[in-house]
């Protein structure tokens, strides 16, 4: 790229985005840019369970 401009991003940037890498177990992280820099850091978590047809099975219903 002819007009290529090198990114600096604060180590305080970094931290935030490292602390929300080894918090998510599942799911995606998204790092918005602007103009160049870090504009926002969104984490979306996925909660998995383990299937399981024999135990944990309850009818809807009965939970409300």
Same mark, same amino acid.
């Given at each position: 790229?002819?007009?290529?401009?090198?990114?600096?991003?604060?180590? =305080?940037?970094? %931290?935030?985005?490292?602390?929300?890498?080894?918090?998510? #177990?599942?799911? @995606?992280?998204?790092?918005?840019?602007?103009?160049?820099?870090?504009?926002?850091? =969104?984490?979306? %978590?996925?909660?998995?369970?383990?299937?399981?047809?024999? #135990?944990?099975? @309850?009818?809807?219903?009965?939970?409300?």
């Amino acid at each position: 790229m002819p007009n290529e401009q090198q990114a600096i991003v604060s180590s =305080e940037v970094v %931290e935030e985005i490292l602390r929300a890498i080894t918090q998510l #177990r599942f799911g @995606s992280i998204e790092i918005t840019v602007h103009e160049g820099r870090v504009t926002q850091i =969104e984490k979306r %978590e996925k909660v998995r369970f383990q299937q399981d047809n024999s #135990r944990n099975k @309850s009818n809807v219903s009965s939970l409300l």
